[in-house]
């Protein structure tokens, strides 16, 4: 039997890789939402086997008559403002945009009494926040040290489904991903950043210097295509109710990174420390324990961190 599946922002970076990888498995029919036409070209490959529809989620209205028409067997809900740095810019629109377009959804599930429908909510590993030494690796009941306005958006919208789970019986899955990076990633993360820069570098669009900022965090780096498969196994094997940290449980420093894709390229690349990068504040050390997942899934990451690293490198290779 087909199941009807909804992705919110399925043309951001996660939510393309998702499509792809549920077109791949060819036993569901797709529809997901987005707001900006140019997000549409990284759904090219899978464009023609799925359904598209432009809504703003924070439109409560909108929202309501998309799901009661939809009537959704299983939802990802993963549209969101996702940068951490840009909301240290912005935080009034992070928090408003991430926590309203939630409860508009989780509303409308509500009210249109789709009790069987299995909901997948994607929280966030910046929740963690400053996390002592001795507390690593991180699992879901380490305590919450929200750094930035984005981490707290995203406390507000793993507690919003716990809190319909609870009060209304919604079938409420929780994930916290940790660092996830790849193809189509924006600029606004790091790992995408170096590798823009690098290829335009590599063409002679800029000078073969690399302004940085903080290089000393380290964090727990998985490739969004293993991401996607275990959001899409979290929907399936998970408990209604129950949240789950997922990440490789590897930590690495971001100067290991720079060097890595630096050594992908013929580039000389010149690095220079920039102040002006430097975030307000920034979590030293973010490494995930998924042993909880992993029990009850068996998952774990397969693709390479230099296959992710590659990849990346090519894709800027290729748009810029």
Same mark, same amino acid.
């Given at each position: 039997?087909?199941? &009807? /599946?909804?992705?919110?922002? !399925?043309?951001?970076?996660?939510?393309?890789?998702?499509?792809?990888?549920?077109?791949?498995?060819?036993?569901?029919?797709?529809?997901?939402? %987005?707001?900006?036409?140019?997000?549409?070209?990284?759904?090219?490959?899978?464009?023609?086997?799925?359904?598209?529809?432009?809504?703003?989620?924070?439109?409560?209205?909108?929202?309501?008559?998309?799901?009661?028409?939809?009537?959704?067997?299983? #939802?990802?809900?993963?549209?969101?403002?996702?940068?951490?740095?840009?909301?240290?810019?912005?935080?009034? +629109? *992070?928090?408003?945009?991430?926590?309203?377009?939630?409860?508009?959804?989780?509303?409308?599930?509500?009210?249109?009494?789709?009790?069987?429908?299995?909901?997948?909510?994607?929280?966030?590993?910046?929740?963690?926040?400053?996390?002592?030494?001795?507390?690593?690796?991180?699992?879901?009941?380490?305590?919450?040290?929200?750094?930035?306005?984005?981490?707290?958006?995203? !406390?507000?919208?793993?507690?919003?489904?716990?809190?319909?789970?609870?009060?209304?019986?919604?079938?409420?899955?929780?994930?916290?991903?940790?660092?996830?990076?790849?193809? @189509?990633?924006?600029?606004?993360?790091?790992?995408?950043? =170096?590798?823009?820069?690098?290829?335009?570098?590599?063409?002679?669009?800029?000078?073969?210097?690399?302004? /940085?900022?903080?290089?000393?965090?380290?964090?727990?780096? *998985?490739? /969004?295509?293993?991401? /996607?498969?275990?959001?899409?196994?979290?929907?399936?094997?998970?408990? =209604?109710?129950?949240? %789950?940290?997922?990440?490789?449980?590897?930590?690495? @420093?971001?100067?290991?990174?720079? @060097? &890595?894709?630096?050594?992908?390229?013929?580039? &000389?690349?010149?690095?220079?420390?920039?102040?002006?990068?430097?975030? +307000?504040?920034?979590? +030293?050390?973010?490494?995930?324990?998924?042993?909880?997942?992993?029990?009850? *899934?068996?998952?774990?990451?397969? #693709?390479?961190?230099?296959?992710?690293?590659?990849?990346?490198?090519?894709?800027?290779?290729?748009?810029?």
């Amino acid at each position: 039997m087909r199941r &009807k /599946v909804f992705i919110t922002g !399925i043309s951001g970076f996660a939510g393309s890789h998702l499509a792809e990888y549920l077109v791949s498995r060819g036993n569901c029919d797709i529809i997901g939402t %987005y707001l900006s036409k140019d997000s549409l070209d990284n759904l090219a490959r899978v464009k023609d086997a799925i359904s598209l529809v432009k809504v703003n989620l924070t439109n409560e209205e909108k929202v309501f008559d998309l799901i009661e028409s939809l009537r959704p067997d299983f #939802i990802f809900h993963l549209a969101a403002l996702p940068s951490t740095a840009d909301s240290f810019k912005i935080p009034a +629109p *992070t928090i408003e945009n991430n926590v309203v377009a939630e409860l508009n959804l989780l509303s409308a599930i509500k009210d249109s009494n789709l009790l069987n429908t299995k909901i997948l909510i994607v929280s966030s590993a910046e929740i963690y926040g400053l996390v002592k030494k001795e507390d690593l690796p991180i699992d879901e009941e380490t305590k919450l040290m929200p750094t930035s306005p984005y981490a707290v958006s995203k !406390i507000t919208q793993d507690f919003l489904g716990l809190q319909y789970c609870l009060s209304y019986n919604l079938k409420i899955i929780r994930v916290r991903p940790f660092n996830h990076i790849g193809p @189509r990633q924006s600029p606004n993360f790091v790992v995408a950043d =170096f590798a823009k820069d690098i290829s335009e570098i590599e063409k002679g669009k800029r000078k073969p210097i690399l302004h /940085v900022g903080n290089l000393e965090s380290k964090r727990d780096f *998985t490739d /969004v295509r293993d991401m /996607v498969r275990a959001y899409t196994i979290a929907l399936e094997k998970g408990k =209604f109710g129950e949240v %789950y940290n997922i990440g490789s449980g590897v930590s690495y @420093r971001i100067s290991d990174i720079l @060097r &890595k894709l630096i050594l992908l390229s013929k580039a &000389k690349i010149t690095i220079l420390s920039d102040k002006s990068l430097f975030r +307000p504040i920034d979590n +030293p050390e973010l490494v995930c324990d998924a042993s909880k997942f992993k029990r009850l *899934t068996n998952w774990k990451p397969e #693709i390479r961190l230099s296959t992710t690293l590659k990849d990346t490198l090519d894709y800027w290779r290729s748009i810029v």
